[in-house]
């Protein structure tokens, strides 16, 4: 009876944390990136920071958008390159941040991930960042997910159709190059 317990005290625990680690694991999934250049983005809802529904890309028909999305939090780092690069080229073009988080365990913790997220951003900036959680799967499929550290920045037109595309890193020469496609949509 004594090796009984023994045995269910060691072995109980591997199950569980095997359990666990099959649960995570099946949450997220990598998917293979690609270039939707001249599809559609797909219609997604989200959450800016200040706790609006933002619907993408519906919000902004009629005029072009500029989406970060990212699917790791390192990633953040690519985002803040183009972020200043954009800021300081003076790009004339809206822009949002799309923390795309796809899983079920982080949709369980979504609102405590935003509350994270707000402790890192200035308040005057939440409405520029749209967490995606719900729909985080349509985004992964469109733009894929591999080397997740890489920002996937799309140019939207205003009809919702990417015009534009990079999932490589921040790159002078392709802000340059989004410059001119933005300065093409906006005349």
């Not at 359990?19 to 990598?30: E, H, L």
């Not at 706790?51 to 009629?62: D, K, N, R, Y």
């Not at 402790?119 to 409405?127: F, H, L, N, R, Y």
């Not at 920045?153 to 919702?160: E, I, R, Y």
Request: proline share 4%; with cysteine.
């Amino acid at each position: 009876m004594l090796r009984a317990r023994h045995a269910l005290f060691i072995v109980g625990p591997v199950f569980l944390v095997l359990g666990c680690a099959i649960f995570v694991a099946g949450c997220a999934s990598s998917v293979e990136n690609r270039d939707p250049s001249g599809e559609l983005f797909p219609s997604v809802e989200g959450e800016a920071l200040t706790g609006e529904s933002v619907q993408i890309p519906e919000a902004f028909t009629g005029r072009p958008l500029l989406i970060l999305v990212g699917y790791e939090q390192d990633a953040q780092f690519d985002a803040d390159r183009w972020l200043v690069g954009l800021l300081q080229a003076q790009v004339q073009v809206e822009i949002r941040e799309v923390p795309t988080i796809d899983g079920f365990v982080p949709g369980i913790l979504s609102s405590r991930i935003d509350e994270g997220m707000r402790k890192g951003i200035p308040s005057e900036d939440w409405a520029s960042v749209v967490t995606v959680y719900d729909d985080a799967s349509r985004i992964v499929e469109f733009t894929g997910n591999e080397n997740g550290n890489n920002i996937r920045v799309l140019l939207l037109d205003g009809n919702g159709r990417v015009r534009w595309f990079h999932d490589r890193g921040f790159s002078a020469g392709k802000l340059l190059e989004l410059q001119g496609v933005v300065e093409s949509l906006r005349s």
